[in-house]
């Protein structure tokens, strides 16, 4: 898998960060760098960690589904994208993932935020994902996102909320599609 793909992975499994971290900007009356830096790390090294476990528990399961290791990934990705894509109907008008900036809330938010990671994590190891680059990509993006979230959600609140979740889950999906298309040799 080239990297322009980990880094489209790593841009949807950030959207739920971003989103979290709009809801931490929006409930911040004044910005701090501390509290960007702080939330925006927390979710970017637990990205990458879950994105590391899931990889060994798949390294566990690969030697047993070696012949189906494309139609996981694609079903975990496509599973994921579709979650994304309905959580983002699902929402109310107004509600939102309240962020509170304590080190625990935001352990929490940022396991909360991860799980998808945890999937993505099984599937690179079933595809010989060099995994402490693909974790370093995804952690990095999260942080990233995370950060321009928070000042977002400071600044103009969820006006692109629903829309970017949505975009997210339908590049998820888009990458599982390639992933089984290139391993059953269609391109």
Do not use: R
């Not at 107004?94 to 599937?123: M, N, Q, Y």
């Amino acid at each position: 898998m080239e990297y322009i793909s980990i880094i489209l992975i790593a841009l949807g499994l950030s959207i739920d960060s971003f989103a979290v971290s709009v809801s931490c900007g929006l409930n911040s009356k004044v910005l701090k760098m501390v509290n960007i830096i702080k939330a925006a790390l927390i979710f970017g090294l637990l990205q990458a960690l879950m994105t590391i476990i899931g990889w060994s528990v798949g390294l566990g399961f690969k030697k047993y589904i070696t012949g189906m290791d494309h139609w996981i990934a694609f079903t975990l990705l496509a599973i994921i994208g579709i979650k994304m894509i309905v959580e983002s109907f699902a929402k109310n008008e107004g509600e939102d993932k309240k962020c509170d900036l304590k080190f625990s809330t935001l352990i929490i938010l940022g396991i909360a935020t991860s799980i998808d990671a945890l999937a993505v994590g099984i599937s690179f190891a079933f595809l010989n994902i060099p995994i402490i680059n693909a974790a370093l990509i995804i952690g990095a993006v999260t942080i990233l996102f995370s950060s321009i979230g928070f000042v977002a959600g400071n600044k103009v609140g969820h006006l692109f909320e629903k829309g970017i979740e949505i975009f997210g889950g339908l590049v998820l999906i888009g990458i599982g599609a390639k992933i089984l298309i290139e391993h059953l040799g269609l391109i």
